[in-house]
């Protein structure tokens, strides 16, 4: 049995030891409640069942445990240059036990945990069963998702530590664009500059593996809202960028 009022519970004891006036720490506090409600959503739309749907909750509320540590320890959310924050979220929660503070019940530590662990790969790893799939395809949307308000919401300041004017004057790298124009994930290593990772973000609707994710994008027009945001001043950068929000457009009508 899952009781997630305990869960949410202990996950405000455990947030209460780092400091939510710090941008970032308060940016992954909003984001973990807000892929909580998102994967609500998702739930619902897929008329999953109430055990389903509490352990997809629960797996919401868990899968950025290891931001926070992250954070404190090397002040970056930089998993390349730092750790692997899903993997470190995993090692807290089973490596340290933590898991039983937030579930008193073992029966769903695999899923839970594989869930956290494939949240953030650039592809999902072969053999994982279908029922667990569920669930990592589940987190991964519902992460995803709320990537776009985070990008809307946030300062460039916050999120890169740059101003949008200096992002604004770079260029987009060869390999990022390619990526894109095929319908790709970006690969991180490929990308060279802040508005490579910024456009590496948008991409994230490339992964989404429900309809109805790609519904929620359309709805809320989050490919404009995105795109929007930033106007590249180099012309040839501009007419990429362009480019790039025509191919998406069309990807995501031709998948609706």
Not at 32 to 49: A, D, F, G, R
């Amino acid at each position: 049995m899952i009781d997630l009022w305990k869960a949410k519970q202990t996950f405000k004891n455990y947030i209460s030891h780092y400091d939510p006036e710090i941008g970032l720490i308060k940016l992954k506090i909003i984001h973990t409640y807000k892929v909580m409600e998102i994967m609500e959503e998702l739930c619902q739309w897929l008329h999953l069942n109430e055990e389903d749907t509490q352990l997809a909750l629960l797996i919401a509320l868990l899968h950025d445990l290891g931001r926070f540590e992250q954070y404190k320890r090397y002040q970056s959310f930089e998993d390349y240059k730092t750790i692997d924050h899903a993997l470190f979220s995993s090692q807290l929660l089973f490596d340290d036990h933590l898991i039983r503070e937030f579930i008193e019940d073992d029966q769903y530590d695999h899923i839970v945990k594989v869930a956290i662990e494939q949240h953030n790969k650039y592809k999902v790893d072969d053999g994982i069963d279908e029922r667990t799939l569920l669930f990592v395809h589940l987190i991964r949307d519902a992460d995803k998702l709320d990537n776009f308000r985070v990008k809307e919401t946030e300062t460039m300041e916050t999120l890169f530590g740059i101003s949008l004017d200096t992002l604004e004057q770079e260029n987009i790298s060869d390999q990022v664009y390619l990526q894109f124009m095929n319908n790709e994930l970006i690969y991180g290593p490929d990308r060279n500059t802040h508005l490579d990772m910024w456009i590496s973000y948008i991409a994230f609707i490339f992964d989404l593996h429900f309809k109805e994710s790609l519904i929620y994008i359309d709805e809320n027009h989050w490919i404009d809202r995105s795109f929007d945001r930033v106007s590249p001043q180099k012309d040839e950068v501009r007419k990429q960028y362009d480019h790039l929000k025509e191919n998406i457009k069309r990807y995501v009508e031709e998948k609706l």
